[in-house]
Structure formats: structure tokens, C-alpha cells
């Protein structure tokens, strides 16, 4: 029987340019051993935190969608939500992402924010 892993996305500083692709669960080889079927993995994110390590308040937004996109009706967590100076937000639920999706996103200020998340990891099939 399957099941998920737990998955922790190390820390990923976002930068000005808004259609940066932060993450993404597509495995570029699916190469298995003869008579074995492997099939591209999904995530589960459950917890997102966003950083502020500069004194002055930045913000960030995050889209769902295709790779490098950020079109209008793809926001997801935040457009333009501002985190204090030295401190941090929190964002609690359930997003997923196939491999085909990529969480695309950036910040208002160069790498002033970090950005790290929580979840499982799976595979589709």
C-alpha cells in the first residue's frame, strides 16, 4: 500500500520577478526498472511561511498555474500581502500541486523575503 512522505521545502529567497517558479513536483526522468511503472509525484503543501529578514515591511505575492505564469485568476495564499519588518506570515491549508502545476510567485523588495513550506508528497497514479 502507498502513502505519502512528509516533505519540507528548504528555504527559497524570492526575488522582484513576479513569475519566478518556486516550486514544482515534475521529475524531469521517469526512468524505472524494467516492467515497473513510475509515474510523476503531486504535493501536498499544508503550511507556508513567508520571512521578512529586513526591517522594513515587504510583500509577496503567489500564483498557481503553468510554468512562469502568473495570470489573472491563478492567485493563490497572496497578491501584494505585506509581512512586517522582521517577522513573519503564516499560511495554514491545503494546496495541491501535479506535476504540472508550479507555485510562481515573487516579492516587492529583492530577496527581503524567504520562502519555506510543509507538507507530503506523493505519487499520482
Known amino acids: 500500500m502507498a502513502s505519502n512522505r512528509i516533505l519540507n521545502i528548504q528555504p527559497v529567497a524570492l526575488t522582484t520577478t513576479l513569475t519566478?517558479?518556486?516550486?514544482?513536483?515534475?521529475?524531469?526522468s521517469l526512468a524505472g526498472p524494467v516492467g515497473v511503472t513510475v509515474t510523476q509525484p503531486?504535493?501536498?503543501l499544508r503550511h507556508i511561511r513567508i520571512t521578512n529578514k529586513t526591517g522594513t515591511a515587504a510583500t509577496f505575492s503567489l500564483w498557481k498555474g503553468a510554468t512562469g505564469g502568473n495570470v489573472a485568476g491563478t492567485e493563490?495564499?497572496?497578491?501584494?500581502?505585506?509581512?512586517?519588518?522582521?517577522s513573519y506570515f503564516d499560511w495554514y491549508g491545503i494546496l495541491r500541486l501535479d506535476s504540472g502545476d508550479f507555485l510562481v510567485g515573487g516579492a516587492g523588495t529583492?530577496?527581503?523575503l524567504t520562502f519555506t513550506a510543509e507538507g507530503e508528497i506523493g505519487l499520482s497514479g
Open 42 to 44: 503531486y504535493m501536498i
Open 76 to 86: 493563490v495564499i497572496g497578491t501584494g500581502v505585506s509581512v512586517p519588518a522582521n
Open 110 to 112: 529583492a530577496t527581503a
Open 20 to 28: 519566478t517558479n518556486v516550486l514544482n513536483a515534475a521529475v524531469t
